[in-house]
Each structure stands twice: as C-alpha cells, then as structure tokens.
C-alpha cells in the first residue's frame, strides 16, 4: 500500500499563478484534509472532505479551493498564488472521522515568489 | 479557542537517554494525538490516545483527560528519534477540528 501519495514534493510559483497539489490514497478512507505547515507553528487546517461531493473550510481556507469527485482523491488548488502562500502542504486521510487517527502524505513544499 | 502547549521546546539529549515530553490542552478533548516528524518532514502518527496508557517499544503516552496534559515518553533514546513532536487534539465540540501544538525539536546526539 502506497498510503496517501502528494504531488509535486517541490513547487515554487510567481505570484498570481495558480497551480495544483494532487493527493490520492489507496485506503478507502472517507475523511480527507490539508493543512499547512509554517515555521514554529503547528500545522493548521485548511479544507476537508467528509466524503465523496462533500467539502468543507477550516482554520484557514482564505486562497484555496477543493473538491472530492472520489474517494481516493483531494487536489487542492491555489487560484492565484501569494507569497503568504508559501509553506509545506500536507494531505491527510483517516477513516472513521476527519479529527480521527489521521495519516499523512510526505508534504508539498511551495514556494512562491 | 483551546489552547495547545508542548514543553519543552527544544530538547538536546545523548543517545540512550530518556526523555518526557509534554502536552497541555486548555479545553476538554475528545481524543489526542501524538507525531513524529522527522528530519525529512515525514510526519508519523505515534499515538492516538483520548485517555489513559499506550505502548508501542521503546516509545510509550499517557494522557490524563480529566487533568488536560499528556505525556509522550521516549526510552533509549536513538538518533533516529530525533525530529519533531506534536501533539494535537479534537476539541470536546466534536467540530472535525483538530488543533495543533507547535511542538518539540529533538535532537539525539550520537
């Protein structure tokens, strides 16, 4: 089992572009999240997805859009990127609850200049 | 909103030490958990423990609900311990909102 796979690992991006970070996972799970992670912070919550169709807004979805068209995956999409943007993304699945036993991807670091 | 603190927040050990590390919550939780991230930035889920004791090797938590701390304690510590640590909890609301700490660095000197 591959688990839950993000791409890309690396990305840097000129301000106003738009890009997406692709993550998929292979254990069935319903619940998928991304978050952000900064430095000397923890990582916080930007959007997730309770099923299939269904997307919700976290700590900070200001910027960020989603959408859940399967199970087995969850892009997030920056509509116009900002240097407040960069950071290192992760993708997470759980599967009994979005807050339950989560399981992360290897991160996506973004860079936008 | 629930505050979330870990201590220490660095931590320089030699290898084979043991170390405790701490995680306050201001709020009462409906579950806790504990990661790894390495010096890769993989983050590994160690532990999910509402309350009370679990242990997996050399690493063991404990979490005291009702007293909002939890504990994380590494025995034997090995270079390959060193990273970061974070616990992170689920507010009692049960709002699918999980709240991160800004956790430990530790370093396992060898």
């Known amino acids: 089992n591959a688990g839950v796979t993000q791409t890309p690992k690396f990305q840097v991006l000129k301000t106003g572009q738009s890009m997406t970070l692709q993550c998929a996972q292979d254990m069935n799970h319903e619940y998928m999240s991304w978050y952000r992670q900064d430095p000397g912070m923890g990582l916080r919550l ?55 036993e989560l399981f992360f991807g290897e991160g996506s670091r973004l860079t936008v200049l | 909103g629930i505050q979330v603190e ?63 701390y939890s504990l994380l304690y590494i025995s034997s510590s090995q270079t390959t311990d060193s990273g970061v640590y974070f616990c992170a909890v689920e507010r009692l609301n049960r709002d699918d909102k999980i709240i991160f700490g800004k956790g430990t660095r530790l370093h396992i000197l060898p």
């Open chain 1, 46 to 100: 930007i959007h997730y997805s309770v099923g299939a169709g269904i997307t919700d807004q976290g700590e900070v979805p200001n910027g960020y859009n989603v959408s859940r068209s399967t199970t087995e995956d969850f892009p997030l999409r920056l509509l116009s990127a900002a240097p407040s943007q960069t950071s290192v993304y992760f993708c997470a699945s759980s599967k009994d609850r979005v807050a339950g």
């Open chain 2, 6 to 68: 870990q201590s220490p927040p660095d931590l320089i050990l030699q290898e084979g030490a043991n170390s405790t590390l701490r995680c306050n919550f201001s709020d009462s939780v409906n579950n806790l958990q504990w990661f790894h991230q390495n010096p890769w930035g993989q983050l590994i889920n160690l532990f999910y423990i509402p309350s009370g004791t679990k242990q997996n090797g050399r690493l063991s938590a404990t979490t005291v609900a009702t007293e909002r």
